[in-house]
């Protein structure tokens, strides 16, 4: 009887882990370039860690000349198909207002 208890319990922990694994967390780096007097996003480029996307950041900045740079993460469930709000991990330079909150209204 301890088996099959042991069997139900394993496949809870299954369960719930496979409804954790629907969440990824994304690292962003995106540089923005002047045109036209205003702001263009460039290619953004995903990164391993915070750490590396703020270092992606200001190197795309600081290094190869854009006129801003930021770091963000957001969270995304592929199962329900959506993105959640950003959170912005550190801005470089000019970068649009959108990125000057902290994160996205809920």
Partial sequence: MGSVTGYKVDRQARATKRAFMAEITHFVALAFDLSDGGLVAGEAVDCASPA???QTAQGQWKILGHAGAVAFSRTSD???GKFNYRHVLRRFGQVPDEYIKENDAP
């Fill in 52 to 54: 590396v996307a703020i």
């Fill in 78 to 80: 592929f199962e329900k």
